[in-house]
């Protein structure tokens, strides 16, 4: 079961609990199947997200094959070492502490993709903005996500590679493109503080430093709470 | 309060209750204003999401502001003729009857933006993939839907705009990247059907459309439930 650092009297399904319970996972993956039920669920999850002109661009390629996946995590791997070169001294040994992928030992790696032709030619709310159908694809993968730890499941997502080895890899059309390769399973347990954090990689932001009031840096002397002050008129 | 079309006895905050109950509104906003503590709950949501390298390269511009709101709404109408004028015959007199935004009627406006050099210059997990930390802008405004639904108020994703607009209006500085702008605020309801369903504009497709075993394309011959029993092996 995962770890619950908040109160044990909210339902396993508690968006709030399960939005501040969601971690990136690499390293908790006990291989366990998941149950055809969870995947029905976590998938419809996905499936039921906003996008841009009703296109729901998105696909999903349920990856289990013991050669894909090795060959992903060979990709990887490669892939780690060209960012590790690019590091010195201090970061490029706390890097070498970080752990980037669950792929051999989560339960199913799941490829969402993003076709720019569905629901075209003409796409309501996507003339101005092309990248609107890759927004819609990242919507469904957090609601995947969201799905996926309010059932016990870890998600860990790896970009470490490369698009065209992935489109190569599972035959992927070159007008389709891949947009995340999710590790997916049922894990030993959540970790309160993420990953990078704990090694000292990155801090998170405080909130109120992403908060402007009416245009951009532009915030009142009060801070945040004068923010939330005008918005409650 | 909202329609809700599940069942009575799950909490209002229940995960896939908000995920199902969720829609993109345009029409229903009240006007009436946002609890300071809803505000805060809604951000705090949206800042807890993934990030790649936990860059957190996210930020929220409140607006307010009548005079930018009213700009905004004129230069989304613009767009929106823009539009109307690529469609003909039947295309076109739909797209008449469709709603596209509720800037002027609903409580807030909500930009956010996408910082390519927050967390930087090495950020873990963006060397092969650029668009990654934008991927992250995405993850976070699910969230904020989300919770924005969980606590009653609709969220309509205005994409009918051409960003150096938007960077210009509110000052964003060149290197920053507007993502969305959306409408917030108390709703009469939210609608069962989505409004470009309901309008006759698109259809939903089936979940079993969007799922593929192992490649792209390759469909076991017991479709979506087969694909199910190989995962949960």
Redesign the interface.
């Given at each position: 079961m995962p770890t619950d650092s908040h109160p044990t009297n909210l339902?396993p399904?508690?968006?709030?609990d399960?939005?501040?319970r969601?971690?990136?996972v690499r390293g908790q993956f006990t291989g366990a199947?998941?149950?055809?039920d969870v995947?029905?669920?976590v998938?419809?999850?996905a499936?039921?997200?906003?996008s841009?002109?009703?296109?729901?661009p998105?696909?999903?390629?349920?990856?289990?094959?013991e050669r894909?996946r090795r060959a992903f995590h060979t990709h990887v791997h490669r892939?780690r070492a060209?960012?590790a070169g690019?590091?010195a001294g201090e970061?490029a040994a706390r890097?070498a502490r970080?752990r980037?992928d669950g792929i051999l030992e989560s339960?199913?790696s799941l490829v969402v993709?993003y076709d720019p032709h569905r629901?075209g030619p003409?796409v309501?709310?996507?003339?101005?903005?092309a990248?609107?159908g890759?927004?819609s694809v990242?919507?469904a993968?957090?609601?995947l996500?969201?799905?996926a730890t309010?059932e016990g499941l870890g998600v860990g997502?790896v970009?470490?590679?490369?698009?065209p080895f992935v489109r190569d890899l599972?035959?992927?059309?070159a007008d389709?493109r891949p947009?995340?390769w999710l590790c997916l399973g049922p894990v030993t347990h959540l970790e309160h503080v993420?990953d990078?954090?704990r090694h000292g990689?990155?801090?998170?932001?405080p909130?109120a430093d992403?908060?402007?009031?009416?245009?951009?840096?532009?915030m009142p002397s009060g801070g945040r709470d004068a923010?939330?002050?005008?918005?409650?008129?």
């Amino acid at each position: 079961m995962p770890t619950d650092s908040h109160p044990t009297n909210l339902r396993p399904t508690d968006l709030y609990d399960v939005l501040h319970r969601r971690r990136d996972v690499r390293g908790q993956f006990t291989g366990a199947p998941i149950p055809a039920d969870v995947l029905d669920r976590v998938l419809g999850a996905a499936h039921a997200a906003p996008s841009v002109g009703l296109s729901q661009p998105w696909d999903f390629i349920l990856v289990t094959d013991e050669r894909s996946r090795r060959a992903f995590h060979t990709h990887v791997h490669r892939e780690r070492a060209v960012f590790a070169g690019a590091l010195a001294g201090e970061r490029a040994a706390r890097f070498a502490r970080i752990r980037i992928d669950g792929i051999l030992e989560s339960s199913l790696s799941l490829v969402v993709t993003y076709d720019p032709h569905r629901g075209g030619p003409a796409v309501l709310g996507r003339h101005a903005i092309a990248d609107a159908g890759l927004y819609s694809v990242c919507l469904a993968i957090e609601n995947l996500w969201l799905s996926a730890t309010a059932e016990g499941l870890g998600v860990g997502w790896v970009s470490f590679y490369r698009e065209p080895f992935v489109r190569d890899l599972l035959a992927i059309p070159a007008d389709i493109r891949p947009v995340a390769w999710l590790c997916l399973g049922p894990v030993t347990h959540l970790e309160h503080v993420p990953d990078l954090e704990r090694h000292g990689w990155a801090r998170r932001r405080p909130l109120a430093d992403a908060v402007h009031a009416e245009r951009w840096g532009a915030m009142p002397s009060g801070g945040r709470d004068a923010v939330r002050g005008r918005c409650s008129r």
